[in-house]
């Protein structure tokens, strides 16, 4: 069994060590000018009113995994207003490897640089901010994701995206080099005068990333259902029944090699050229898929279930999908549960502070009342976040 820390709570699960914030430092980030929060790797809890700062909190942890985190906002949205620009997010992890710092930020604003985020791991420059998912995992669920089985098909391929990036490394960037390859693309087709070497020297680049996408949206929603069908009978929230949409998803989960997919949508391509310049973009491609979600025990597609089911369903996604990223990546992620408690009755929050207890992840939770989270006892460290800081109760 891997070690775990001396002072982690002995109901974490056996088998998953625990990743833990221990120390958070924010410096102008959203509302704080200079945070220090001090944790002793149990759970925490941030209470406080409505425009406190809960959220900016988590939005900064969220920056601990590859992206543009929890909010998808731009870098410079995330200065504090007032401030010089330039901002910081340090962390301090405990992790089965030990101690890591971990900071992340805009370090420089020249003129002529693009800004971009930097990612030092104990001081060294990473050299992408994928190298963070060496050391943590971070998932989340926020209000803002309650519209997602009923709002475009875009949002439910991001979250997915998310799912797969926890589990397969390598996914983001795909993701990124696919739809600048088809950018790459369209602007051909666009053309009078095609350079026809070049279109198809971009639509085997396509090809190639888009089937590497698809399998990695395959194989994780395969895991995700297979877990879900094992563990459903005892999890607390209503299970989902996954289905992914789309042609290269169907074409890659038919099976056979990789290679026979990539030349099936490379012809694709080339057969659809006419039809896409009509059409102004490219109609095939995994950038067109979509994750169909089921209220399982209700057999119902999850859009039109309640807003209160849409919730429970989403929560106990997520909750399996850390569950798997732990078992799957030998540590348990970071979760990150935004505003959760409110729409839980008392017995149903109990219920969800044991799942997380059994996962073994460390979870920031927020709420407007510390009260909810009474159930948690000893298992969590209370902080109450008002006006820019955030006092240990
Ligand atoms: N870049 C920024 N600079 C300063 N304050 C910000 C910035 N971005 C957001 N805020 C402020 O942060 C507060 C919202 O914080 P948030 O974490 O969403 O609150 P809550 O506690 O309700 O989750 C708002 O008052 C907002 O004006
Ligand atoms: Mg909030």
Same mark, same amino acid.
């Given at each position: 069994?891997?070690?775990?820390?001396?002072?982690?709570?002995?109901?974490?699960?056996?088998?998953?060590?625990?990743?833990?914030v221990r120390r958070l430092v924010l410096t102008d980030f959203r509302n704080y000018t200079a945070l220090s929060l001090d944790g002793d790797?149990r759970h925490v809890v941030l209470a406080g009113e409505n425009g406190a700062g809960k959220t900016n909190v988590l939005e900064s942890l969220s920056l601990l995994?590859?992206?543009?985190g929890l909010r998808r906002a731009r870098l410079d949205e995330m200065a504090r207003l007032g401030g010089s620009g330039l901002w910081s997010v340090f962390v301090r992890?405990?992790?089965?490897?030990?101690?890591?710092?971990?900071g992340t930020g805009i370090?420089?604003?020249?003129?002529?640089?693009?800004?971009?985020?930097?990612?030092?791991?104990?001081?060294?420059?990473?050299?992408?901010?994928?190298?963070?998912?060496?050391?943590?995992? *971070?998932?989340w669920l926020t209000p803002a994701?309650?519209?997602?089985?009923?709002?475009?098909?875009?949002?439910?391929?991001?979250?997915?995206?998310?799912? *797969?990036?926890?589990?397969?490394?390598?996914?983001?960037?795909?993701?990124?080099?696919?739809?600048?390859?088809?950018?790459?693309?369209?602007?051909?087709?666009?053309?009078?005068?095609?350079?026809?070497?070049?279109?198809?020297?971009?639509?085997?680049?396509?090809?190639?990333?888009?089937?590497?996408?698809?399998?990695?949206?395959?194989?994780?929603?395969?895991?995700?259902?297979?877990?879900?069908?094992?563990?459903?009978?005892?999890?607390?929230?209503?299970?989902?029944?996954?289905?992914?949409?789309?042609?290269?998803?169907?074409?890659?989960?038919?099976?056979?090699?990789?290679?026979?997919?990539?030349?099936?949508?490379?012809?694709?391509?080339?057969?659809?050229?006419?039809?896409?310049?009509?059409?102004?973009?490219?109609?095939?491609?995994?950038?067109?898929?979509?994750?169909?979600?089921?209220?399982?025990?209700?057999?119902?597609?999850?859009?039109?279930?309640?807003?209160?089911?849409?919730?429970?369903?989403?929560?106990?996604?997520?909750?399996?999908?850390?569950?798997?990223?732990?078992?799957?990546?030998?540590?348990?992620?970071l979760?990150l549960l935004d505003e959760v408690a409110a729409h839980?009755?008392?017995?149903?929050?109990?219920?969800?502070?044991? *799942?997380?207890?059994?996962?073994?992840?460390q979870c920031w939770m927020t709420g407007t009342d510390a009260s909810a989270f009474a159930?948690l006892?000893?298992?969590a460290v209370v902080f109450e976040v008002s006006g820019g800081s955030v006092r240990r109760t």
């Open positions: 069994m891997p070690a775990t820390l001396a002072s982690d709570p002995p109901s974490a699960r056996p088998g998953v060590p625990r990743v833990a790797g995994s590859p992206g543009r992890l405990d992790g089965p490897d030990g101690e890591v710092g971990i370090e420089a604003r020249g003129e002529e640089e693009m800004l971009a985020r930097r990612v030092r791991i104990d001081g060294e420059t990473a050299r992408s901010a994928e190298d963070l998912l060496d050391h943590v995992r *971070v998932s994701m309650d519209g997602l089985f009923t709002g475009p098909a875009s949002e439910r391929r991001r979250f997915l995206d998310r799912l *797969v990036l926890a589990l397969s490394p390598g996914h983001g960037a795909h993701v990124s080099a696919f739809e600048k390859a088809m950018r790459g693309r369209n602007r051909l087709l666009e053309e009078d005068r095609l350079d026809l070497a070049w279109l198809e020297a971009i639509e085997a680049q396509m090809a190639e990333l888009g089937v590497a996408v698809s399998l990695a949206r395959v194989e994780t929603v395969a895991c995700l259902e297979r877990l879900i069908a094992a563990t459903r009978t005892d999890a607390p929230f209503p299970h989902a029944d996954l289905a992914l949409e789309g042609e290269i998803e169907a074409l890659v989960a038919a099976g056979g090699p990789a290679a026979d997919a990539e030349d099936a949508y490379r012809a694709r391509l080339r057969d659809g050229r006419r039809r896409d310049k009509a059409a102004g973009r490219t109609l095939d491609g995994p950038h067109r898929a979509d994750l169909i979600v089921h209220h399982g025990p209700k057999a119902m597609p999850a859009h039109l279930s309640s807003t209160g089911e849409q919730k429970a369903l989403l929560l106990g996604l997520v909750l399996a999908h850390a569950r798997l990223v732990g078992e799957t990546c030998g540590r348990a992620p979760l839980l009755d008392p017995r149903r929050r109990a219920e969800l502070f044991d *799942v997380v207890e059994a996962l073994g992840s159930a006892g000893e298992r």
